[in-house]
């Protein structure tokens, strides 16, 4: 009888979701309390993807006053099956963006681009407008302005989580395009809380394909023709310094190659007749 009502829910929902936009002022509610601040939405469309309808919104506001958010385009996951899977939560919200962009300018500086907007000066919002919402973004980009170099490394999804006690961040990154031509390059899955006390990290490696992953970046005037390294790093900061720092992985099958170009030998014109006296 579960699987049949199951068959009949999502039948129901597949022919309600050409409807969807009818309903924006009922999700802009839903999410206003599923985030604990006030929404607003410009427009809405919907498709049913995997066990439950996945939902587009478009020109979204966050917050009030100065301070709210602007997001451009986010989406809402909704799963059928969730009551299966204890602790499971029904509904995932994500804010989608083409790029987050970290920057190291000349003087040493760093910065964060990519993220949405305030009506404020403020380059990165209040973390209180981003609880309990998630961040896809389609490229992480790494750049430093002094040395004159920037590194893509893919796709870059995470969650955040805030309490009274620490900031919690969670998420994964993968290599552009390995939902579908390069699922075999790996990823790197990591934990990031952040209390009064210290901080904590942790980075699972999972089976990274290195040529993939060093995207051509030379280091040290080499780069990883190939190689698998797999591995799990966890770490503990303090007052500014490491406190605690672990190790564990293996490096198989690597093979480097010189980045440097290659050089030759200049030719040298011919000497001529030796003149004897």
């Known amino acids: 009888m579960c699987a049949i009502g199951l068959a009949v829910l999502v039948g129901l929902g597949s022919l ?13 509610e839903w999410l206003e309390q599923q985030l604990g601040q006030p929404v607003q939405i410009d427009s809405l469309s919907a498709r049913w993807e995997g066990y439950g309808p996945h939902l587009n919104l478009s020109g979204m506001t966050v917050g009030s006053g100065a301070e709210k958010l602007r997001i451009d385009n986010a989406e809402v996951s909704i799963d059928t099956l969730a009551f299966l899977r204890p ?28 993220l949405p907007a305030t009506g404020s000066d ?3 919002p209040d ?3 981003l609880q309990g919402m998630g961040l896809r973004a389609q490229n992480l980009r790494l750049k430093d302005e002094g040395a004159g170099w920037a590194l893509d490394l893919g796709e870059l999804e995470l969650d955040l989580r ?18 579908s031509q390069e699922a075999d390059a790996g990823r790197v899955s990591f934990v990031v809380e952040s209390a009064s006390t210290g901080s904590r990290i942790y980075l699972d490696l999972e089976a990274l394909k290195l040529a993939r992953w060093q995207q051509g970046l030379p280091v040290a005037g080499v780069t990883a023709a190939q190689g698998e390294l ?18 564990r992985g293996s490096l198989e099958q690597l093979a480097l190659r010189s980045a440097l170009p290659t050089l ?12 004897r006296s």
Do not use: C, K, N
């Open 122 to 124: 403020r380059p990165i």
């Open 87 to 114: 602790g499971a939560g029904l509904a995932h919200f994500r804010i989608l963006v083409e790029e987050v962009v970290v920057t190291r300018d000349a003087a040493g500086g760093w910065g964060l681009m990519g």
């Open 127 to 129: 973390l209180d407008l």
């Open 230 to 247: 797999t591995g799990e790093l966890w770490g503990s900061f303090a007052g500014g310094a490491v406190t605690d720092l672990q190790w």
């Open 264 to 275: 030759t030998a200049p030719v040298l014109p011919s000497p001529g007749p030796v003149m």
């Open 162 to 179: 805030q309490t009274a006690a620490a900031t919690r961040v969670s998420g994964y990154l993968a290599p552009i395009g390995e939902a």
């Open 16 to 28: 309600l979701l050409p409807y969807a936009d009818r309903w924006t002022p009922q999700v802009a």
